[in-house]
């Protein structure tokens, strides 16, 4: 965790911020800039904490607001303690605490045993700038608070990040999806993010999302979930990579061929400067052709496909995911124009139709037909002709990308249907 004090700003500031206001030292929303408050904040935490008080968030002060990031507490069976009484205590439901610890018999709890204690707020972060560092962060928070979320990596980032998998759900429907292929659209991985928790709250609680029975899509579909297909894009675009390291720079030397793409706010590609949307093998010469033409024909920003499909680590980790399993749909999250793209060609795969207007209904996007000059070499495409089955690609939210986090909440309410009609329509 990056050393932060007075003067810092950014996306760790915000992360900072979010384990202060959790933990009842600062109020008000994370706004990335350690100001007067945050550093007030910050101290009276450290001095509760029995951490040096100096107003520096270092990694004993990091360690110490982990809990409140993550979501949960490892905590020391005392005396007299039920799961019943521990849970009133911290304010979850009993079976919140039942779920965090699958393996121990509540009749039997001994003094001083370690058990998992959920706290009473919601993991994902649905107000701040994401990085691949908030990513492992809530993972690890999401899979300890319910443990029936399987974590698995399909791979590795260019830069050696694992690029993360989270399965839920024990039916035999199997369904994908990803969000983050594209760096600046990283809007759509706390979408997933926030799915997945409520999707796992709700299972757990016996209750509803969006007005389904969470035990009855547990038991009849698998859904993988893949949250941030390109994490060294996303932690480029949120300056979470070093200005003096090599691939910063080699990301300032690319961009430099595209003058008229801001940086690195308009960067889209995965660090490599290869888009990795572009990447795939379906329709990938055509591709080449039709992206050349507009000029990109160079490592960048965006746009740029690649010497060959499937040369970039991420895609390659998807297609080999998805090659290895039996997906019956895919979802893949992107930002811009709140539109559905269904189509590959004039391929017509069965259900695709009827499922998509289902997607339309319960969200208000519309069903598009790919334009010619984005139509190729996309996930999706190459889903729908590799299996000729429903594969769509979800445009959320309007505005300059990076579309701003305040949209978040607009988003996920139009977009839980399109998540929930994903495994039902299969
Ligand atoms: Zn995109």
Not at 297 to 312: C, E, I, K, M, N
Not at 398 to 407: A, D, F, T
């Given at each position: 965790m990056t050393v932060l004090r007075e003067g810092s700003t950014g996306a760790g500031v915000e992360l900072l911020q979010t384990g202060l206001i959790r933990a009842g030292f600062l109020n008000g929303g994370p706004d990335g800039i350690f100001g007067s408050n945050t550093l007030a904040a910050l101290k009276a935490f450290q001095k509760d904490n029995g951490t040096a008080p100096d107003g520096i968030a270092g990694r004993l002060t990091w360690n110490a607001l982990m809990p409140w990031l993550r979501g949960f507490i490892n905590y020391s069976v005392k005396s007299g303690d039920t799961f019943a009484s521990i849970a009133v205590r911290f304010g979850i439901t009993l079976r919140e605490i039942l779920a965090a610890n699958p393996g121990i018999t509540p009749e039997e709890l001994a003094v001083s045993q370690r058990i998992t204690v959920p706290l009473p707020f919601d993991v994902v972060p649905t107000d701040i700038s994401w990085t691949s560092e908030l990513l492992n962060i809530t993972v690890e928070g999401l899979v300890k608070r319910y443990p029936f979320i399987r974590r698995r990596s399909i791979g590795q980032s260019v830069m050696g990040k694992p690029l993360e998998l989270l399965i839920i759900g024990k039916g035999t429907k199997k369904v994908c999806y990803n969000a983050g292929?594209?760096?600046?659209?990283?809007?759509?991985t706390p979408v997933l993010m926030k799915f997945t928790e409520q999707y796992a709250k709700a299972y757990v609680n016996g209750g509803i999302i969006d007005y389904e029975s969470a035990k009855r899509l547990y038991e009849n579909y698998l859904l993988y979930v893949v949250?941030?297909?390109d994490p060294d894009g996303v932690d480029l675009v949120n300056s979470a990579i070093p200005e003096d390291s090599y691939y910063y720079r080699q990301a300032v030397r690319y961009s430099g061929s595209y003058p008229?793409?801001?940086f690195p706010s308009g960067w889209k590609a995965n660090i490599n400067g290869v888009d990795l949307n572009l990447n795939y093998p379906a329709g990938w010469k055509l591709a080449r052709e039709i992206k050349y033409g507009l000029g990109?024909?160079?490592?960048?920003?965006?746009?740029?496909?690649?010497?060959?499909?499937?040369?970039?680590p991420e895609s390659y980790a998807m297609y080999r995911l998805t090659v290895s399993n039996d997906f019956l749909l895919t979802l893949s999250y992107h930002t811009q124009g709140e539109i559905i793209y269904w189509k590959y060609r004039d391929y017509l795969p069965e259900k695709s139709l009827k499922i998509g207007e289902k997607m339309s209904l319960v969200s208000g996007y519309p069903l598009v037909e790919t334009p010619k000059e984005s139509g190729n070499a996309g996930y999706k495409d190459w889903f729908i002709k590799t299996y000729d089955r429903p594969g769509y690609t979800i445009e959320v939210g309007?505005?300059?990308?990076?579309?701003?986090?305040?949209?978040f909440e607009k988003i996920y309410k139009d977009n839980t249907g399109i998540l929930i009609t994903g495994m039902t329509g299969v």
């Open positions: 292929h594209h760096a600046n659209e990283w809007i759509t949250p941030m297909v008229d793409i801001p990109y024909t160079s490592p960048g920003p965006r746009d740029f496909v690649g010497a060959a499909p499937l040369t970039q309007k505005g300059k990308n990076p579309l701003p986090i305040e949209q």
